[in-house]
C-alpha cells in the first residue's frame, strides 16, 4: 500500500452498481462523497465544454480504473431512499389492491342486501301466503 491509501483509507474504483455508462461518475461521487447526481451533471458540462478532452479522459478512466461490484447489500445501504421509495409504491400497490378488494366485497355485500330485502318483501306479502294455500290445494 502507499502512503497515500493508508492515509485516506479508501481506493478509488468505477462503481458497476450504480454505472450508467462505465461507473467513472458512480466511483468518482463514492469516493469523494458528493452527490451522484450532480457528479453526472458536471461530467456533462465537462462534456459539452471540452469534448476531446473529457471523452478521452472517461475512456481512459473506463480502461485503466479497476471496477467493482459491492452486491445487493451494498446496493440497498447505499441507496435508502431509493429502497423507500420502492416500499412506499409497493404499500401503495397493496393497499390500492385491498381498497379495490374491499370495493368489489362492498358491491357483493350491497345486491346481496337488496336481493334478501325482495326475498323479505315477497314472503312476507300477502299475494306469498295466498299462493302458498292455493299450492297446498
Do not use: H
Not at 16 to 22: E, F, K, N, T
Not at 24 to 33: K, S
Not at 74 to 88: L, N, Q, T
Not at 110 to 117: A, I, P, T
Amino acid at each position: 500500500m502507499t502512503t497515500m491509501d493508508e492515509w485516506s483509507g479508501k481506493r478509488f474504483y468505477r462503481d458497476r452498481d450504480r454505472a450508467v455508462l462505465g461507473g467513472v461518475c458512480a466511483g468518482l461521487a463514492g469516493y469523494l462523497g458528493f452527490n451522484l447526481k450532480v457528479t453526472r451533471i458536471l461530467a456533462f458540462i465537462a462534456f459539452l465544454t471540452a469534448m476531446p478532452v473529457a471523452v478521452i479522459a472517461y475512456l481512459a478512466a473506463v480502461f485503466l480504473i479497476p471496477s467493482v461490484s459491492r452486491g445487493e447489500d451494498y446496493v440497498a445501504k447505499e441507496r435508502p431512499c431509493r429502497r423507500r421509495r420502492k416500499e412506499g409504491k409497493k404499500k401503495a400497490e397493496d393497499l390500492q389492491r385491498k381498497s379495490t378488494i374491499a370495493d368489489d366485497v362492498n358491491r357483493r355485500c350491497q345486491s346481496l342486501d337488496e336481493r334478501l330485502r325482495q326475498l323479505e318483501k315477497q314472503v312476507t306479502s300477502k299475494r306469498f301466503q295466498l299462493d302458498q294455500e292455493l299450492s297446498r290445494l
